[in-house]
């Protein structure tokens, strides 16, 4: 079967501007993470998704950021009024435990 | 908090040569380690963890709890190794992963 995917693969995007990342896990993976990766540095854990528990997000940099998860299904990650130090590799994950699954990734530039 | 250090961003060796790639990590309970790969213009992907002691690739890593570490070796590098590794962290609670800042392995021939 198909593995995780993410979309777009490639956003850029002006200063103070919102977008929306989206993640489509493997079907069936009851867990579901978002990561960022800054050039040059590893992964930082942002949100964290299980089944219909409260989501685990402290990793969230700031208020701006925000995810939805539907049920066991597609996440999004928003982020608003975006700012340069946004500009990253956002990175989903979804894993049955203990192997997380990454899809490619969405490479956010924030001018 | 965990934390997870890869002392070399980069590491350089020739076809044949040994390797070893150094994790440190701080954790005050009972962490599972993993490594991480991700080869050029691919995903990443786990490599391994320490918990199923099998050897993947010819690559292997054992956990020293005094030492707190978890490095990476391999007897024989082969040019195919080249790839950014991470060396990557769990705790119980959550299953998310703290991730060292990885180490790029160039095999040169």
């Known amino acids: 079967g198909a593995g995780v995917s993410q979309s777009p693969s490639n956003k850029v995007t002006e200063k103070g501007k919102d977008v929306e990342l989206r993640c489509d896990p493997i079907s069936g993976h009851t867990a579901l993470y978002w990561y960022r990766q800054r050039l040059g540095q590893g992964l930082e854990f942002l949100i964290y998704f299980q089944g219909n528990s409260a989501p685990d997000k402290s990793g969230l940099p700031s208020d701006r950021f925000s995810a939805e998860r539907t049920g066991e299904s597609v996440s999004t990650l928003t982020i608003q009024r975006t700012q340069q130090e946004d500009s990253a590799v956002y990175l989903c994950?979804?894993?049955?435990?203990?192997?997380?699954?990454f899809g490619p990734g969405t490479r956010l530039t924030v001018l | 908090a965990q934390r997870v250090t890869q002392p070399e961003k980069l590491l350089s060796v020739f076809k044949g040569a040994p390797v070893e790639l150094k994790c440190n990590y701080s954790?005050?309970?009972?962490?599972?380690l993993f490594w991480y790969v991700q080869y050029s213009r691919q995903r990443l992907q786990l490599l391994l963890r320490?918990?199923s002691r099998e050897s993947i690739k010819g690559f292997t890593a054992d956990l020293n709890k005094g030492e707190t570490s978890f490095h990476l070796k391999k007897p024989f590098a082969q040019e195919e190794d080249s790839a950014m590794y991470y060396c990557a962290l769990s705790t119980n609670a959550g299953n998310m992963l703290t991730f060292g800042g990885g180490t790029r392995l160039m095999v040169k021939p």
């Open positions: 994950a979804s894993s049955l435990f203990p192997e997380q699954f």
């Open positions: 954790y005050s309970g009972s962490p599972e």
């Open positions: 320490h918990i």
